[in-house]
């Protein structure tokens, strides 16, 4: 192979379709100790700029050049425009993407939920590998679009659940394989959140929209409304039309390693309990229990969750466990040998079997990829045409376990899901929440 024959853009190349064609020089023979040249690196466009977008596009910029960013807010925007002052600067990502479509190479989207699936589709049908901001979509049928479109452009995908990238998320999985406190029939999973304004009634002032802020823009694919500060920067998740509530915001997170090591899939049942909720607003506090079919060899076993001022019951054995006396959110398995407690993120599982509490201590080297991170992962395979450990195949059904829930909490009735047929089978109004029609000038 003569590499000075091939351009930066035919060596990093388009994911899998040139992952057998060209390899990728060791870290340490491109650039010196931790440094690769910005010639190797690959470009990235952030759409949305200020909250968790500030965090993203500075875990993506070590290994990766921020070329272009988008913000419907430039004041919400500044601190990023100031940190990357030579990024192309836009309010319309779909402007963005036109125009400078020849030099991204992958896109972080870090909007609100409502924007999640139209920013990650315009990104993939131009052939752009995506890093898309949990929950993946705001709908379910966004979800089982974008799993269609990462196929169909065969671009390397992954969504911002950080915590699947953390060793305890494997220390979790390699206990539940080990039978470590044997058959689980019941885990519990728990948050604080909300922890900004839910069972809510819309405002009917409308004070002047901010000189800085596109409203229209912001608003997206949602159906039209005025202006109010009670919806930014970042209370819109609790507006049904924007966000998805606390489970929106962190079962992605929480419900990720239960998920993951015990390959639930999707539920056959969901119900809810709620307090607060309105038509506009997600609740103040629900709880959600998912019931899943037997599946992978594993028998038949609920989940439930927890948000707002709920908690779960706590078992004896857990009831001086750090997680349950400090932390805000985490999740507990139950075994008939014992119980496995964890952090929000999947983080420091320990397992208590027969009054005796082991720490985790099981994920290897090979598990963990030299321990990268969630977003360097992103961005190496990205180069190799790997699959990034949290793609669509994996994150669409976590996400669409999340969605459900909220579909429960909204409707009030327990719900049968036919997950093959995207239909749920006992309620049919409750479809009209698997996909909304959207605003005028915007389309999936």
Same mark, same amino acid.
């Given at each position: ?191 604080? &959140? #909300? ?8 405002? $009917?002032?409308? =004070? +002047?929209? /901010?000189?800085? !802020?596109?409203? *229209? ?80 060899? &594993? #028998? ?8 707002? $001022?709920?908690? =779960? +019951?706590? /078992?004896?054995? !857990?009831?001086? *466990? ?123």
């Amino acid at each position: 192979m003569h590499k000075n024959t091939l351009s930066r853009r035919t060596f990093l190349g388009r994911g899998a379709t040139l992952a057998s064609a060209f390899m990728i020089a060791p870290r340490h023979v491109l650039g010196g100790p931790n440094q690769i040249p910005p010639s190797e690196k690959l470009n990235v466009a952030g759409i949305g700029c200020g909250g968790q977008a500030m965090d993203d596009l500075g875990q993506l910029s070590y290994e990766a050049n921020i070329v272009a960013l988008a913000d419907v807010d430039w004041e919400r925007g500044k601190n990023a425009f100031r940190r990357w002052p030579d990024a192309a600067k836009y309010k319309d990502f779909r402007v963005m993407l036109e125009k400078e479509a020849k030099r991204i190479d992958a896109v972080l989207v870090a909007t609100p939920d409502h924007t999640h699936a139209v920013a990650a589709m315009a990104a993939m049908q131009l052939g752009k590998h995506v890093y898309v901001e949990k929950p993946v979509a705001h709908e379910i049928a966004e979800v089982r679009a974008l799993m269609q479109a990462a196929k169909q452009y065969r671009v390397v995908t992954q969504m911002g659940n950080q915590g699947h990238s953390f060793p305890g998320t494997y220390e979790t999985e390699a206990w539940v394989k080990q039978n470590a406190i044997g058959v689980i029939r019941e885990i519990h999973c728990w948050t604080n &959140r #909300p922890s900004w304004p839910q069972g809510l009634t819309r405002p $009917t002032d409308s =004070p +002047p929209v /901010p000189e800085t !802020l596109d409203w *229209d823009l912001w608003l997206g694919t949602a159906p039209k409304r005025p202006y109010n500060p009670c919806y930014l920067p970042h209370n819109w998740r609790g507006w049904w039309d924007f966000g998805t509530g606390a489970l929106g915001d962190m079962g992605c997170h929480i419900l990720d390693s239960a998920f993951n090591a015990l390959q639930l899939g999707a539920p056959a049942r969901v119900s809810a309990t709620s307090q607060g909720n309105t038509a506009e607003s997600g609740p103040t506090g629900s709880v959600v229990t998912y019931e899943f079919p037997e599946a992978n060899g &594993r #028998p038949a076993l609920k989940l439930t969750w927890y948000d707002g $001022t709920n908690r =779960p +019951p706590i /078992p004896d054995v !857990l009831a001086k *466990d750090r997680h349950l006396e400090q932390g805000a959110s985490g999740s507990y398995f139950v075994g008939e040998k014992g119980h496995l407690i964890q952090g929000t993120y999947g983080n420091a599982p320990r397992k208590y079997v027969d009054g005796q509490i082991e720490k985790g201590d099981q994920a290897t080297d090979d598990d963990l990829e030299e321990n990268t991170s969630h977003h360097v992962n992103w961005l190496r395979a990205c180069k190799t045409g790997k699959a990034a450990r949290s793609d669509f195949s994996y994150a669409g059904p976590l996400t669409e376990l999340v969605l459900l829930g909220n579909i429960a909490i909204r409707t009030g009735q327990p719900i049968e899901w036919d997950a093959a047929n995207m239909r749920i089978t006992n309620v049919p109004e409750a479809n009209a929440y698997l996909k909304r029609e959207y605003r005028e000038g915007w389309k999936l």
